[in-house]
């Protein structure tokens, strides 16, 4: 079946990523279910009136954040919303903090409930304008911020969150207390600071950053999906794996 168009973001972002929303908003609307088969590249070309160019480069941010799977010489396919194995074991920033002998704190920038962006939305599985409940957090190590913790949780797992004072307690403490995690996933990148982190984080843009995308499930339902932005010249991420599972 051919994609309609209608429904085509006409605001004035990038090609790619206005096809990348597009794309999205199929599978959130359960048009294009798990396990689905995408149009062709140059299906999707021909159809949306863009380069192929411009198609693939979505297409490739898309199976990078695992939501599409791409099979050479078969297809792509809208990917199942399962946990992938993790390669690393996170530590709380907290902990990990004071096992250098600093002082951790914290600075609140944003806590309350809101309808989150597209991504997150699909990535938590959820209805397009289901609310979220949300908190940024800027942590220190002796007075200098060393991660932007930006989380979403699901309400019903957590229906206190918003009253929480998360200038003492990290959200991840908060949350374990509820409920351990059973499974998450990760997506380590490293990318150029983008400018609305860098008013938080006090560094330039285009500072190196490590960024951690993650999602943690309880049982079958995922519960909270966060990004961790980290200044590479103030932190490096170890871990590692074990046998029968991981927190």
């Known amino acids: ?3 309609s168009v209608d ?15 597009y794309i999205l908003g199929k599978i959130q609307s359960g048009e294009w279910g798990t396990g689905h088969r ?3 590249e140059p299906e999707l070309s021909r159809m949306l009136g863009i380069s192929r160019m411009t198609i693939n480069r979505a297409m490739r941010e898309l199976a990078r954040r695992n939501m599409i799977d791409r099979i050479p010489g ?18 709380n920033i907290a902990d990990h903090i004071r096992s250098r002998g600093e002082v951790h704190s914290m600075r609140v920038i944003d806590l309350c409930s809101m309808v989150p962006s597209q991504e997150v939305s699909v990535g938590m599985g ?12 800027v942590h220190l190590a002796n007075n200098v911020p060393v991660q932007l913790e930006d989380r979403y949780v699901l309400p019903s797992f957590a229906p206190s969150f918003l009253a929480q004072d998360f200038s003492k ?5 908060y949350l374990f207390s509820i409920a351990p995690p059973t499974e998450s996933d990760h997506l380590i990148e490293a990318i150029g600071a983008k400018k609305v982190w860098c008013r938080h984080l006090a560094i330039e843009v285009g500072e190196p950053c490590l960024v951690v995308t993650r999602r943690t499930w309880v049982g079958d339902t995922i519960t909270s999906y966060m990004t961790f932005v980290h200044p ?13 599972g991981q927190q």
């Not at 959820?126 to 957090?137: D, G, N, S, W």
């Open 74 to 91: 078969v297809g792509t396919f809208v990917a199942a919303a399962k946990p992938a194995s993790a390669v690393v074991e996170i530590q």
């Open 126 to 137: 959820r209805p397009r304008k289901a609310k979220l409940y949300r908190v940024l957090i």
């Open 169 to 173: 307690i990290t959200p991840t403490a």
């Open 7 to 21: 429904q085509f973001p006409q605001d004035p972002a990038p090609l790619y990523d206005r096809v990348e929303r």
């Open 38 to 40: 995408l149009p062709s």
């Open 1 to 3: 079946m051919s994609p």
């Open 232 to 244: 590479g010249s103030r932190y490096s991420l170890s871990g590692r794996t074990r046998s029968g």
